[in-house]
């Protein structure tokens, strides 16, 4: 079984094709994963390898170890593109998040000011007003929104809950217009045998929809770069994702970023 990629709760820095030169920092056990979707293509492999049995790091830990780390690379003069919250699993179900929020933002304005603080969440906890006020401290807010159709949306993203919907999800995410990064894996396959597509002209037409309904700074497209759990799952090449992105921009005049 594919299991967790990152084995410590801070992470680099590695070279990210979106974000450039970037510290990462795992809110997830380092030994398990913990998530509010299960997708097909997460990198991190299914929920069913479990939670581990380190726990999740303290907000004092997480705190102790970016301090450690960040006083280290400017010590050895490297530099520093973007904070980012990443890792195994979703790190805004972490319960003291919006606290390290605010502990991330200070220790990188102490040591690199010019880095950004960006986070990337799948969307599903910014119903909490907690987490939706610490996700707007952050310098980019990366918010998922794979399909808005449900039914693929279920199928690819798997949400461990019911009441999580695109309609609801689409709703919540319009509190970050002009402000949030929405990001969007484009990729097709097939899972117990169901096909699954978010390629297709009806799937690009509800997301045009919806990003115009939501209204954000800018949409960023991507497609799978590493093995995936569902192994069916087939990267989009490039000039389609710039070929989706031409459409969306024309549609709603936001910026769109091909990754």
């Not at 990210?16 to 979707?37: E, I, W, Y």
């Not at 794979?146 to 009441?163: F, H, W, Y």
């Not at 954000?216 to 990267?235: A, C, F, G, L, N």
Request: aromatic fraction near 6%.
């Amino acid at each position: 079984m594919q299991t967790v990629l990152f084995h410590d709760t801070i992470f680099g820095p590695i070279h990210s094709r979106r974000l450039g030169t970037s510290l990462g920092v795992n809110l997830s056990p380092v030994d398990g994963k913990t998530c509010s979707f299960d997708c097909l293509y997460c990198e991190a492999g299914y929920n069913a390898q479990g939670p581990g049995k380190a726990g999740i790091p303290s907000r004092a830990e997480v705190k102790r170890l970016l301090h450690d780390k960040l006083t280290q690379m400017a010590s050895d003069g490297q530099s520093l593109d973007v904070i980012t919250f990443s890792g195994n699993g979703e790190p805004t179900l972490h319960p003291d998040f919006p606290g390290i929020i605010d502990d991330v933002i200070s220790l990188r304005d102490q040591y690199f000011p010019q880095a950004k603080v960006s986070v990337l969440t799948n969307s599903t906890m910014i119903h909490k007003p907690d987490v939706a006020a610490a996700l707007e401290k952050a310098d980019n807010n990366i918010l998922k929104l794979d399909s808005a159709i449900e039914a693929t949306m279920r199928a690819l993203d798997r949400p461990g809950s019911k009441q999580f919907t695109v309609e609801k999800v689409v709703e919540a995410l319009t509190r970050f217009a002009g402000t949030g990064i929405i990001q969007t894996m484009f990729t097709r396959g097939s899972h117990d045998g169901a096909e699954i597509d978010n390629t297709t002209d009806a799937e690009i037409t509800a997301l045009i929809k919806a990003y115009a309904r939501i209204r954000p700074r800018e949409i960023m497209v991507y497609s799978i770069d590493r093995q995936t759990p569902e192994q069916s799952m087939q990267k989009v090449p490039r000039e389609e994702l710039q070929s989706i992105a031409d459409r969306i921009t024309a549609a709603t005049a936001i910026p769109v970023q091909v990754a």
